[in-house]
């Protein structure tokens, strides 16, 4: 499986696009996405074959807020 060497969370906030690919503009998109554990484009889970690393968070709005505010300040 491809790896991607994991930046520092220190000073997040101030990048100006996220995700290994830059597909996302904002740390309130990146937080969705790993809630919402999002299928590719063969209907799996993302990852290899069946297998995922993603799982769905079940995040309420406010938990991802909450998240968001504290990546804002670290």
Same mark, same amino acid.
């Given at each position: ?8 969370? /220190? ?15 904002? @740390?309130? =998109? ?11 484009? /063969? ?15 079940? @995040?309420? =709005? ?13």
């Amino acid at each position: 499986m491809g790896t991607f060497r994991t930046p520092s969370l /220190r000073q997040i906030s101030k990048k100006t696009i996220y995700g290994h690919a830059g597909q996302f503009q904002t @740390l309130y =998109d990146v937080v969705y996405h790993y809630n919402k554990a999002p299928s590719d484009v /063969r209907g799996n889970l993302t990852g290899q074959g069946n297998l995922s690393e993603i799982l769905p968070l079940d @995040l309420s =709005d406010q938990d991802i807020a909450d998240i968001v505010a504290f990546l804002s300040i670290i």
